[in-house]
């Protein structure tokens, strides 16, 4: 009598074992791209991806994505990492078998991992994907320079929506933690830092650059202690000394960099050292922030010229240009906001004027302020009136604009309408003779 086959204790008789013989071929994904060409939001486009935008890159014939491309790295939507890690067979017996890591609890219980991931980055990215999405809306909007005074000025309603945005983050970390996506975890710290400060001010600063230094450590290092991270989903956070053990695998990690891009890590960075930056403006720390701002321009140098990511540079360019000015340094802040203000007529030159406006603007503003603080305030006021002429151009292209992108929309719709006409129309066949 030969050997019997080893069995799992926990195998039931009669239940239905997936094996790789029994695998439907039709139920493995698309192949999976060389590690090498996963470039994110580095490729260009051909044409825009939104109706009426005008992303055309400065120097570039291409456009840009938005940042989807950065997003799916981000977020890994397919999987990709765990794809490679356990071969496409073993990959695909565990989505049968829904054995991947998922919420398995509340709302969540009966939503698959991938449904979950499109979840956790609606939660992430919603705020910045709708104004992005939006190519009619004030850009002025999408600037993160830290602002005291936009904090002070917020109504209860503003308020009580930014709390309620500090709780989804929250939820997205412990989503991110259960999903043991790294990148996810980076962010959603990256997204609660933001969110103290957008509802706390200063008193939110100390747990706002705690959150954002977690989520550096995570970015730049090899392991990390994922019980750290999750004291930051609590509604009251207990930070707690004790001993950490970093065995969960960074972003920087060498056994991680086999399947996921470094790129991944990189994205992660500039978030982070954002809102590590403005929650040590928000602590007066300005030779500090300077430095967590100064680390992301390397970052940027590579990346497209879109006025997405001009907006990025700007943010930090006019932060760091505060934090010379809250220093009595008019001179060296002066050249940041006017290497800001630069971009904006670049991107005017390349035909996307609401953006270019947008950037001066906020620019311009910044230099008003720091003349005022330091002590030129008829030079500041001057400032403020020539951005008061700038806005009233604005406000004129965004109509422009309004209605350029009205137009596209319906023109797209009749195409559709067409398509859908031509479909459903009878094809003749031999048989049927041409009328009149």
């Given amino acids: 009598m030969g050997k019997k086959s080893k069995t799992s204790g926990t195998s039931k008789p009669g239940k239905f074992k997936l094996t790789k013989k029994n695998i439907d071929p039709s139920l493995f994904p698309e192949p999976l791209p060389p590690l090498a060409n996963e ?49 496409e067979s073993n990959f695909v017996m565990a989505v049968q078998t829904d054995s991947l890591p998922r919420m398995r609890e509340g709302q969540f219980k009966e939503v698959y991992r991938r449904d979950q991931k499109v979840q956790l980055a609606q939660i992430l990215f919603s705020e910045d994907s709708s104004a992005d999405s939006d190519v009619t809306q004030n850009p002025t909007k999408t600037s993160e320079v830290y602002s005291e005074q936009a904090i002070e000025e917020m109504d209860e309603e503003s308020k009580k929506q930014q709390l309620d945005s500090l709780r989804s983050a929250k939820f997205a970390l412990r989503l991110s933690i259960v999903l043991k996506e790294p990148a996810c975890i980076c962010l959603s710290l990256a997204e609660i830092s933001k969110r103290y400060l957008s509802c706390y001010g200063k008193e939110g600063a100390e747990n706002a650059l705690r959150c954002a230094m977690k989520g550096i450590e995570i970015a730049t290092s090899e392991y990390y202690d ?34 996921m891009p470094l790129r991944v890590s990189t994205i992660c960075l500039r978030s982070v050292f954002l809102h590590a930056g403005n929650a040590l403006s928000a602590m007066s720390k300005d030779d500090e922030a300077r430095k967590q701002y100064e680390k992301a321009l390397p970052i940027l140098d590579g990346e497209p010229r879109s006025s997405r990511l001009d907006w990025e540079r700007s ?21 940041m906001y006017t290497k800001a203000e630069k971009l904006g007529e670049e991107q005017c030159e390349v035909g996307a004027l609401v953006d270019g406006l ?29 951005v008061l002429t700038k806005q009233v151009e604005l406000d004129k292209e965004l109509i422009k604009h309004k209605d350029e992108v009205k137009k596209v929309m319906e023109v797209g719709k009749e195409e559709v309408v067409t398509a859908k006409d031509e479909s459903a ?8 003779k041409a009328q009149g």
């Fill in 425 to 432: 129309a009878p094809v003749a066949g031999p048989e049927v």
């Fill in 39 to 87: 470039i994110g939001s580095l490729r260009l486009l051909d044409k825009p991806q939104t109706p009426g935008s005008l992303r055309k890159n400065v120097g570039d014939d291409g456009y840009d994505d938005g940042g989807v491309g950065d997003l799916k790295l981000a977020i890994d939507l397919d999987d990709h990492v765990l794809r490679r890690k356990r071969g």
């Fill in 315 to 335: 943010s930090f360019l006019v932060n760091i240009g505060n934090t010379y000015s809250r220093q009595g340094d008019y001179k060296n802040a002066d050249e």
């Fill in 358 to 386: 947008g950037l001066i603007i906020v620019s311009m503003r910044a230099r008003a302020f720091a003349l005022k603080r330091s002590g030129k305030e008829d030079e500041g006021k001057k400032i403020m009136r020539e």
């Fill in 226 to 259: 994922v019980d750290e991270m999750a004291i930051e989903a609590q509604d009251k956070p207990m930070i707690k000394n004790h001993e950490k053990e970093p065995t969960y695998p960074g972003l920087l990690n060498k056994g991680l960099l086999q399947f």
